[in-house]
């Protein structure tokens, strides 16, 4: 089928050799492997990744007679969405973070917390194939309960992680960008616009493909967004220099949101653990 994929001994030979790096990895840090189902109840999947998510889920119909108490007149006058419910009560999973949440749930008398587990298998996406994108594809996670009172130290071990990973796979000269949401937020609810952070952020995302000048045209004309608040925007988004500079940067919005003073604290927090993590400053920036 389209967006599939056949792999030759020699694609495997290289797949396994990064997948034994990236696992070897995830184990270095402590996280233990687990396996899902490639299947999961839709009552599971339904819900968790917005409208377009939930159109994108492969449904498996009912074994045996699929149209069990459906009649002719139902198939015309029900909506698909509502016959695929009643067709179908799995489906393949989207993704690996729902199906672990459910994992936790149904095993949390089971666990020891906090909880590090990794988990490497494929998805599958009625997604329209194209380059770089598959019906049919791995990924590879790691994540973290249960760890309340040390979330910070383990916010710091994730870019590690994927330090240590990409050293292994001899990637060569890569950055790792750390941020905190608090920080975004707080900022933009010290601006008053905690009501239109979707489109605000929206519109700044096209800040490399239009430039500057369309951006802040945008942000007065259909983001309510006055020209001054704009280029205040544009500044803090800008944020220039080391990670060292981008903190004293940030400092000066300090006190104007609670929520952003949070995040502050927090981002100031990770950096500091990074260098204990064995990782170079070269290799990550706010």
């Known amino acids: 089928p389209k967006g599939t994929r056949d792999f030759s001994p020699v694609e495997m030979a290289r797949r396994n050799y990064i997948f034994d790096t990236i696992r070897s990895a995830f184990r270095l840090f402590g996280y233990a492997q687990i396996e899902t189902p490639s299947m999961e109840n839709l009552s599971t999947l ?22 069990k108490g459906i009649s002719a007149d139902d198939i015309q006058a029900e909506s698909l969405g509502k016959l695929a419910a009643r067709m179908c009560e799995k489906g393949l999973r989207y993704d690996l973070t729902v199906p672990f949440a459910r994992f936790v749930v149904q095993h949390r008398n089971d666990l020891q917390l906090p909880f590090k587990r990794f988990q490497m298998q494929p998805v599958w996406r009625a997604d329209r194939p194209q380059k770089g994108r598959y019906r049919e594809f791995y990924q590879c996670d790691i994540d973290i309960i249960g760890a309340e009172s040390l979330d910070l130290m383990y916010d710091a071990e994730m870019p590690a992680v994927i330090y240590n990973v990409f050293t292994k796979l001899a990637f060569g000269d890569f950055v790792i960008r750390i941020n905190n949401r608090k920080v975004l937020n707080g900022f933009f609810a010290s601006l008053g616009f905690a009501e239109k952070i979707g489109d605000i952020l929206r519109t700044i995302d096209k800040l490399e493909k239009i430039g500057a000048d369309k951006v802040r045209a945008l942000l007065t004309d259909t983001c309510g967004v006055t020209a001054e608040q704009a280029d205040e925007i544009l500044r803090f988004i800008a944020c220039p220099g080391t990670s060292a500079d981008k903190l004293a940067f940030l400092e000066q919005y300090r006190g104007r949101n609670e929520t952003f003073d949070t995040g502050l604290d927090e981002l100031r927090t990770v950096v500091g653990y990074l260098p204990a993590f064995g990782v170079p400053e070269e290799n990550f920036e706010l």
């Open 46 to 67: 339904m819900g968790k990744y917005g409208d377009e998510g939930d159109k994108l889920l492969y449904k498996v119909l009912n074994s045996g007679d699929f149209l």
